[in-house]
């Protein structure tokens, strides 16, 4: 049974940061891509951008130049860098393969506010 636990989030100023963790206990982790998404309240889940094995990034247009996705094929794990943060940001974000392919894990708030 795949699990993904996500975690890193929190309460921040409009400006701040955050980096996001996502544990992911993927058989063949190096190899999957992997995608960050989000669930703003009354939204419908959007995908925020993906990692490759072999590090290529992908990203939404609304975050380039802001968020950094990166991964650590030995832990199992993959990062979302988020600076510049906004108001809009503010969401529950998950992890999960590109193709959504996984049960979904319980996500980790992130809200952005002064």
């Known amino acids: 049974q795949v699990q993904l636990v996500e975690s890193g989030g929190g309460l921040v100023q409009p400006g701040g940061s955050l980096r996001l963790s996502c544990a992911a206990s993927?058989?063949?982790?190096?190899?999957?891509?992997m995608g960050w998404f989000r669930q703003a309240p009354g939204e419908q889940r959007e995908l925020v951008g993906t990692?490759?094995?072999?590090?290529?990034?992908n990203y939404v247009d609304s975050v380039k130049g802001r968020f950094t996705i990166s991964r650590d094929n030995v832990k199992k794990t993959v990062y979302l860098q988020m600076n510049s943060l906004r108001p809009e940001d503010t969401a529950v974000y998950y992890c999960?393969?590109?193709?959504?392919?996984?049960?979904w894990g319980q996500g980790t708030q992130v809200t952005v506010s002064s």
């Open positions: 990692v490759g094995g072999g590090g290529n990034t």
């Open positions: 993927v058989h063949f982790f190096s190899t999957t891509t």
């Open positions: 999960n393969a590109g193709d959504k392919r996984y049960r």
